[in-house]
């Protein structure tokens, strides 16, 4: 079973564009967590929200409780975007968490 | 400052040695995590301790024990390691239990 669904599993594209990555979840939920991972390895955490839209940068996050949906967008995208992202939820209790397999993410110059 | 660190790197173990992954932190969290991430399942939580002196149980305990101690390490422990516990091992920390995480950077393990 998947607890949590993101899509698209790639995307592909041209610097400059406008991207949105998809999650779902079935589990109720206390937050919800955006996070990226470069070629590398390392993984650092974006947004963590409960409700409503937070922003950073070019990068902004919005969810809907009601219909267990979030997306995370980038503007004017920039091949240093280029990254596994990957949605996870937290459980009521705050001790578990479930993981999306992430959208690989490739800007073009 | 040095955040969260993970050693080692790397490892390749042969099936039934033992072995502990370290993770050390010096943000004084008091949560912290291990996940384990495979090629097309994502991140795992293995364990997880929301202060020192207490432990839980992820997704995906079995085969692994953990201990806290202290505040800054979470050691990982698997006791006789199966080619299935092949891996790349990720700790965790975060102020407390539902906060923002901070990752450490990764043991990639190896089970022959």
């Known amino acids: 079973k998947n607890e949590v669904e993101q899509s698209p599993q790639n995307l592909t594209a041209q610097e400059g564009e406008f991207i949105t990555i998809n999650c779902s979840y079935s589990?109720?939920?206390?937050?919800l967590h955006w996070l990226q991972q470069h070629p590398g390895g390392g993984i650092v955490s974006l947004f963590m929200?409960?409700?409503g839209k937070k922003k950073h940068g070019r990068l902004i996050a919005t969810i809907n409780i009601q219909e267990k949906h979030s997306s995370l967008h980038i503007t004017a995208s920039h091949p240093r975007d280029s990254a596994v992202y990957i949605c996870?939820?937290?459980?009521?209790?705050?001790?578990?968490?479930?993981f999306g397999t992430g959208t690989s993410l490739t800007v073009i110059p | 400052t040095a955040g969260i660190t993970q050693a080692p790197t790397s490892q390749i173990l042969a099936a039934g040695r033992s072995m502990t992954l370290r993770c050390t932190q010096d943000?004084?969290?008091?949560?912290m995590y291990w996940y384990r991430q495979d090629l097309g399942l994502g991140l795992r939580l293995i364990h997880y301790?929301?202060?020192?002196?207490?432990?839980g149980k992820g997704e995906v305990p079995d085969g692994y024990s953990v201990s806290r101690a202290n505040t800054d390490d979470f050691p990982l422990t698997l006791a006789s390691a199966v080619p299935s516990q092949t891996s790349v091992y990720f700790c965790?920390?975060?102020?407390?239990?539902?906060?923002?995480?901070?990752f450490g950077p990764g043991t990639r393990l190896t089970v022959l």
């Open positions: 965790a920390s975060s102020a407390e239990a539902d906060n923002e995480q901070f």
């Open positions: 589990v109720g939920i206390s937050a």
């Open positions: 929200l409960s409700s």
């Open positions: 996870a939820v937290s459980s009521h209790t705050g001790n578990q968490f479930y």
């Open positions: 943000m004084r969290h008091n949560a």
């Open positions: 301790s929301n202060t020192a002196g207490t432990t």
